[in-house]
């Protein structure tokens, strides 16, 4: 089965730190594709990333990098320099491609950021 | 760019009511999902469907129903309303492998 967990719930940081948001994910599938999604107070979630299973290169995008762990089972993303307009919920995710999959996006709980000024 | 547009974003509903949650995607996408999101619970997974007519229940479809008449429009139904689903629905397109693009929420209120 596949399944992705942040055990973060809640973190609040004052602004300027740098926080990180743990993803981990279960799947048996060879190929999948792991996720970001950003959920700002209005509701609409907001792409962030996509990474293939194939591809463990970590990227950096302005202030936002992320870190995928094949060995750890992990998709770790991190916000260096932390804003306000960064406090959201904030969702890892999983499509995971193999017998029993049919290209489903499976999420995590989801981990609220509140960045205070 | 990718645009799901539901119907509503605010929505309240009596008890027993039968509502129609509705759901469009302009860029001919074959695969689209209801999700509701719930406080602790994350997102779950309701229905889904990869092609028109064709639908295939998700994880939690116990008291809705959908439909998929023509590719961009997928709709979501409460046969009869329940307090228990009062949430934030969202509904998504996509196409395989790639990521999804959701709409901006219905949330709705069963009093």
């Known amino acids: 089965a596949q399944k992705v967990t942040q055990a973060q719930t809640e973190i609040s940081v004052v602004e300027k730190e740098d926080v990180t948001l743990d993803c981990v994910y279960e799947?048996?599938?060879?190929?999948?594709?792991l996720f970001w999604y950003k959920q700002p107070p209005s509701g609409e979630l907001v792409f962030l990333i996509r990474?293939?299973?194939?591809?463990?290169q970590n990227e950096i995008s302005g202030r936002y990098s992320w870190n995928f762990q094949k060995s750890t089972s992990s998709f770790n993303f991190t916000i260096t320099a932390s804003q306000v307009v960064d406090s959201a919920v904030y969702f890892c995710?999983?499509?995971?491609?193999?017998?029993?999959?049919?290209?489903?996006?499976?999420f995590g709980q989801g981990t609220t950021l509140q960045v205070k000024p | 760019d990718v645009k799901v547009t539901q119907s509503s974003r605010y929505l309240v509903k009596r008890t027993g009511e039968k509502v129609f949650l509705e759901c469009v995607q302009d860029?001919?996408?074959?695969?689209m999902f209801w999700y509701r999101q719930d406080p602790g619970l994350g997102l779950r997974l309701i229905y889904f469907s990869y092609d028109v007519k064709m639908k295939e229940k998700g994880d939690i479809p116990e008291g809705y129903s959908v439909s998929r008449e023509k590719k961009e429009r997928f709709s979501l139904i409460l046969e009869s309303a329940s307090t228990n689903q009062t949430s934030m629905y969202l509904c998504?397109?996509?196409?395989?492998?790639?990521?999804?693009?959701f709409g901006s929420g219905t949330r709705l209120t069963v009093v």
């Open positions: 799947t048996r599938d060879t190929t999948y594709y």
């Open positions: 995710a999983l499509i995971s491609h193999g017998s029993s999959n049919t290209g489903k996006l499976i």
């Open positions: 990474r293939n299973s194939f591809d463990e």
């Open positions: 860029m001919d996408h074959e695969n």
């Open positions: 998504a397109s996509s196409e395989v492998g790639y990521g999804y693009t």
